[in-house]
């Protein structure tokens, strides 16, 4: 052996090693996103309308049901809701209070977050719509497969798969984070596990097939 | 110690303990641990959901528009696949009354045009594409006031069109035509039909097309029309004719189909009985056929005599007399432009009781319309310098027509073409029109039979349609919509049983929308009896003078008249019988060939002996051609296809598919002659003469051979035919011999099988039903995001088609026959690919699929070197997508795949993934039929099935059990599941060998 293959071989053996330490810290493989958690454009908080308002997933991402995507909701979607709640309900109290007290009528309160989702939908301060109309929303994209990857909403939640199970606790997030690393190996172990008809054979697992995801 | 270049001793990194290699090695790695290290976040992304949420638009789910495909004027009703906002791929509406649920290539195509991102964007004063833009207050305004002007003046106003069998459109017409003292619209087709109409209008007193039944003719006659590929309304003729070519084994039934053809048509390529008629011959057998008919019916005759002169009497004879047995279901067509063969053609099938079962003259054809005779009065008008408003709309007449058309001493001309052309370059104002997939439009391509087109996505380049853009010019301003519906709620409504109901006209609208179609009674041709008189046996035969030949002119399936010229796909779509793709070129016979001492490529120019036009192509030697006529393919040579320079990959030995600056091809229509004597493009005389150069023709045929060499042939036996074809006395008399006498030993196993059992995905490919109308690669290259590499890539073997027809010759000149073969990959059980793969990156699915990983492929190419059909395609460069707008026709549901990648035919399995999804959100199994591959949807014969193999109940198992199912190279045992059923001939059997 040279002494260049040698000097190789070390450099490779300590790669190796920090692969081994890596499966411990932060560091991950390129591609692997486990745990992004980008900032938003509107503090929309997951943890509020999932976890303490308890709406159910679908009520939004209807495109899980009938789709490949789940997709993020339309402005409009939101606006089912936030035509009347605009901001958070004790600052309402609070106003109504100062209202009473001052003896006039209560001001609409609009919270700072839901002034942006009311520009998006292009309405004025009393949600009058505007003449210049809105713009879409754009929302950084937490879960994002590689182009080469094909995943399928429909067909999980047609199995009644959870959301949970891949997302994690979302109603505990406040911002929303990637929980699962969405990684081959991870994909295909939970296929391995999971009998393709509920409760039908163990080796009668879900599709492994390459087709199943890649074309 | 390596031997070092120059260059890497003058580099600095150089030192005694390692090379450059090793350092740069070091680099890498450095560069890796480091990514490692300070992963990952990829590149932020963002996602944009639209403002209003909708029930019927959910992101990454498809949505299906009705339509009407503005391929062609055939009218064939088209689903547009859209996905986000634009289509993206086109498929036919099954059950349409005209087309029945199949697409041709044009029509498959025509989605590609959508994105071209040359069309014109607004009016422009001035010529096309150097003009100024004007916006359309500001040209409606200026362009109102020259008409006032003419209005005033009396001018005269010509409205030039192709076929508008648009009624509203004509309404609209004839309301801003009114306003002109002498106004007149003028129709013609690219490819014409004008004398069949001038036939109609002798023989039966009334000018109109009948409708074709091909699906009643049990006897066919066809002098030269090539129904199957490009006359009239090939997808509704090709899904007719293959219906009698159904062989159920139970019910054993048959046409019979004659051919005489000069030129070697796809038509001629499935006829029972093929022979080679000139030209100028087919008037003479066509009056000898009347004449055995007239014996038979034992009426007047009026061609006696003819039967004696007649070429091939034999022939003639044996036609009449199977004509005559199924009288009343046969048929006799003729391509020729000429109204003298057409009245002829009227009265065979006339004396054959033809009209009222296989023509349908009272549910006439309206899918061309055009009229020769006043295209020659306008070319007299504009030659006096007397029109003095031309609008062109539809065709394109300065290529059609050249300088036999003066439209420069028009006092005015106006193109309202879509994407710039030949004519819109001279125009003094473009006033665009949208494609039709952005359009709102209706159709009536037969009584009876009206169509609705919808807009598929908003205008992605402004442009108005003729309906609107003549309506706002005669003063009314309302919108494109409005107009059609009032139209429609005027004139069909009341018609239409709904008008009866309580339901209303937006219902009755929104039905028709829905399907793209409705059938309303009561719009009927009433033709008058058949006038005897008009009849007469031919007389103008003219075989050409000495040393000329006769000059065919004729359509391919993707370039049609011209109309698709600017559209990469159908470029790059081999011609189903020559092969040839990218080009057009003078086909001569193969002993013409030698007698001229041409040989193929060699560029030779075309000249009319009449008036010494002249075009200048390579030669191709076709056989089966006729050995006195020269064959040269409409639709080349177009202006702007120099667009196509740096189509190709770029490197350092590609060559431009077309020099800058160049065409491609040459626009042989300005061979057809004066005006006067109609759009004739059999009637000429040319001679034939070397230039001395020669170019080489980008032809797929031998690309991609599938033939196994003898001295590898299994010991013992005969090579197998790729194409096993038998005849129709011999298959009812021993069903079993049909394939089995080609049947092959197995040499044993080299696999266990551990197929997990339940499902394999396979086709049945019906030889007998594909006609070889090449409408599946199309489909499949839109599904499939496959990509064009340009003519010098083809020439090196590499074009990307996932699916090719192949076609194989068999017999001699005299009796050619040529079958085609769809081949794309075979899905072997035992499939050699996946044992060379080094990496794993084709390997079995549990359904019997071979799956094709792209992110695993490091490209070795072992696998397209091992595969035996030769269906594997390799990325040999990242293909160029530049046109951002072009991109939008991408399938999102297929990966596009990177430079170092092997690709194939994956059976559609986004398909198969799609329908499985919804059976399972249906909490149901999935059913046969739930899965259609796009060549299966695409194919107007019907002669690809798919489904599950093992599920004895499916469409495609039973036809793998018929007695004529077989696959290609069996005797490799690598058992493909793709099954070929053999093709049949209801004709003579041909002894002899398939060449390649």
Not at chain 2, 139 to 154: M, V
Not at chain 2, 660 to 686: E, F, K, M, S, Y
Request: negative net charge; charged residues 20%.
């Amino acid at each position: 052996m040279t002494y260049r293959n040698t000097k190789i071989l070390i450099v490779c053996m300590l790669l190796l090693g920090a692969l081994v330490l890596a499966q411990d810290t932060d560091i991950r493989l390129p591609g692997n996103n486990q745990g992004y958690e980008p900032e938003q454009p509107i503090a929309f908080s997951h943890r509020l309308h999932a976890g303490e308002l308890n709406i159910d997933c679908q009520f939004c991402h209807y495109g899980a049901e009938s789709s490949r995507h789940a997709g993020i909701p339309s402005a409009s979607v939101c606006m089912n809701c936030h035509k009347t709640v605009t901001a958070k309900f004790d600052t309402v109290l609070i106003e109504r209070e100062l209202a009473e007290v001052e003896g006039r009528d209560p001001r609409r309160i609009i919270s700072p977050e839901l002034r942006k989702l009311y520009d998006a939908v292009g309405l004025d301060e009393n949600l009058q719509p505007t003449a210049e109309g809105g713009t879409p929303i754009e929302w950084v994209r937490v879960h994002n497969l590689p182009d080469f990857v094909y995943f399928d909403h429909r067909v999980h939640v047609a199995r009644d798969l959870a959301c949970e199970t891949c997302h994690g606790p979302v109603g505990s997030m406040e911002r929303m984070r990637q929980f699962a690393d969405l990684s081959m190996g991870w994909c295909v172990q939970c296929h391995r596990d999971t009998p393709a008809i509920p409760g039908g054979p163990a080796e009668d697992h879900a599709s492994t097939d390459c087709a199943a995801c890649h074309y | 110690m390596k031997e070092r270049t120059p260059n890497e001793l003058l580099l600095p990194f150089e030192d005694s303990s390692g090379s450059r290699r090793s350092f740069l090695k070091l680099v890498g790695f450095g560069i890796g641990s480091a990514s490692l290290a300070g992963c990952s976040r990829g590149p932020l992304q963002s996602a944009i959901p639209t403002l209003e949420a909708s029930r019927e638009f959910v992101p990454g789910r498809a949505y299906w528009i009705a339509s009407t495909c503005g391929g062609c004027d055939a009218g064939c009703g088209v689903l547009a696949k859209c996905r986000d906002g634009r289509p993206i791929k086109l498929e036919g509406i099954p059950g349409h009354p005209v087309s029945g649920g199949g697409l041709c290539p044009a029509g498959q195509g025509s989605v590609l045009s959508l994105y071209d991102s040359q069309r014109f964007d607004g009016p422009q004063r001035g010529a096309g594409g150097a003009g100024s833009s004007v916006s359309w207050s500001d040209a409606d305004r200026e362009l109102r006031s020259a008409f006032d002007a003419l209005k005033q003046s009396g001018g005269r106003v010509r409205l030039l069109t192709g076929t508008v069998n648009s009624p509203s459109t004509r309404a609209a017409i004839a309301r801003f035509l009114a306003g002109f003292a002498d106004a007149r619209h003028i129709s013609y087709d690219g490819l014409s039909s004008s004398a069949m109409l001038a036939a109609h209008e002798r023989t039966h007193g009334e000018r109109l097309l009948p409708r074709h039944h091909f699906e009643r003719a049990r006897t066919i006659a066809s002098f030269d029309a090539d129904f199957l590929s490009t006359w009239i309304s090939p997808v509704e003729f090709t899904a007719g004719y293959t219906q009698l070519r159904e062989l159920d084994m139970n019910a054993l039934r048959m046409s019979k189909h004659f051919q005489l053809e000069a030129r070697t048509s796809l038509t001629g390529c499935r006829a029972d009985e093929r022979v080679r008629l000139a030209p100028w011959e087919i008037g003479a057998a066509l009056s000898g056929l009347c004449d055995h008919l007239e014996g038979r019916a034992g009426i007047e005759r009026r061609c006696r005599g003819a039967a004696d002169t007649a070429p091939y009497r034999e022939l003639i004879a044996r036609i009449a007399d199977e004509l005559w047995a199924t009288r009343g279901e046969s048929l006799v067509v003729a391509g020729a432009n000429d109204v003298e063969i057409q009245v002829l053609v009227n009265y065979a099938n006339e004396l054959l009781q033809s009209y009222g079962t296989t023509l349908d003259t009272v549910h006439a054809s309206q899918q061309r319309l055009g009229d020769d005779r006043e295209v020659a009065e306008l070319a007299q008008e504009l030659a006096e310098d007397s029109v003095d408003l031309l609008i062109v709309n539809g065709v394109n007449p300065a290529y059609d027509f050249g300088a036999l058309l003066p439209l420069e001493r028009a006092g005015m001309l106006i193109s309202c073409a879509g994407a710039p052309d030949e004519t819109s370059a001279l125009a003094a104002w473009v006033v665009p029109e949208p494609h039709f997939l952005e359009a709102w439009n209706d159709a009536e391509p037969y009584r009876g039979v009206h169509a609705l087109s919808q807009p598929t996505v908003p205008l992605l380049r402004s442009g108005r349609t003729l309906r609107e853009t003549l309506s706002r010019w005669a003063g009314d301003e309302r919108a494109d919509q409005d107009l059609l519906r009032a139209h429609w709620r005027a004139e069909l409504y009341p018609r239409s049983p709904a008008h009866a109901g309580p339901s209303g006209f937006d219902a009755f609208f929104d039905q028709a929308l829905h399907e793209g179609f409705v059938l309303l009674e009561g719009d009927s041709s009433t033709p008058g009896a058949f006038a005897m008189d008009a009849v007469r046996p031919y007389s103008s035969a003219q075989a050409p003078v000495a040393g000329a030949l006769g000059l065919v002119l004729y359509p391919k399936a993707g370039m049609l008249d011209g109309r698709h010229g600017h559209n990469p796909w159908l470029h790059e779509l081999p011609d189903p019988v020559s092969k040839i793709a990218w080009d057009n070129y003078a086909c001569l016979s193969p002993t013409t060939a030698e007698r001229l001492e041409l040989s193929e490529g060699q560029l030779v120019s075309v000249v009319t002996t009449a008036e010494g036009a002249s075009v200048e192509l390579p030669v191709h030697v076709q056989r089966g051609q006729h050995d006195g006529v020269v064959a040269v393919a409409l639709g080349y040579g177009r202006t702007g296809t120099d667009r196509f320079t740096n189509l190709g990959p770029e490197w350092l030995q590609g060559r431009p598919t077309v020099e800058a600056g160049g065409v491609i091809g040459a626009n042989a229509a300005l061979l057809t002659g004066p005006l006067d004597a109609g759009r004739r493009c059999d009637a000429r005389q040319a001679t034939v003469i070397a230039t001395g150069s020669s170019v080489e023709l980008a032809s797929t045929q031998d690309h991609h051979s599938l033939t196994v060499p003898q001295h590898l042939a299994i010991e013992g036996h005969e090579v197998r035919d790729m194409v096993i074809s038998t005849t129709f006395d011999d298959l009812e008399a021993h069903p079993d011999d049909v394939v089995h006498e080609h049947a092959v030993p197995h040499a044993g196993e080299l696999w266990k099988e551990d197929h997990k059992g339940g499902t394999t995905w396979g086709m049945a490919i019906d030889l007998s039903r594909c006609t070889g109308c090449s409408g599946c690669v199309i489909g499949c290259q839109a599904e499939n995001n496959v990509p064009v590499v340009g003519r010098d890539e083809v020439l090196r073997h590499r074009e990307m088609s996932w699916l090719r027809i192949d076609r194989y010759y068999q017999g001699g000149d005299d009796e050619l026959r040529t079958l085609h073969q769809p081949m794309m990959c075979q899905q072997c059980d035992h499939a050699p690919c996946e044992s060379v793969c080094p990496v794993l990156a084709t390997l079995h699915s549990d359904e019997g699929l071979n799956q094709q990983v792209y992110n695993r492929c490091v490209g070795t190419r072992y696998c397209a070197n091992t595969c035996p059909y030769k269906v594997r395609r390799f990325n040999w460069f990242d293909y160029p997508r530049e046109d951002k707008l072009q991109n939008h026709s991408l399938n999102p549901d297929v990966t596009v795949r990177t430079r170092g990648v092997m690709e194939k035919c994956s059976f559609c399995i986004q398909r198969i993934q799609e329908a499985k999804a919804e059976a399972s959100r249906e909490g149901r199994k999935l059913r046969d039929g739930d899965i259609t591959p796009a060549c299966q949807q695409s194919c107007p014969a019907k002669a690809i099935v798919f489904g599950n193999l093992e599920d004895p109940e499916s469409a495609v198992a039973r036809l793998a059990a018929s007695q004529r199912s077989y696959s290609v190279l069996e005797e490799l045992n690598v058992q493909p599941s793709v099954r070929y059923l053999a093709h049949v001939y209801n004709g003579p059997r041909t002894k002899g060998s398939h060449g390649h």
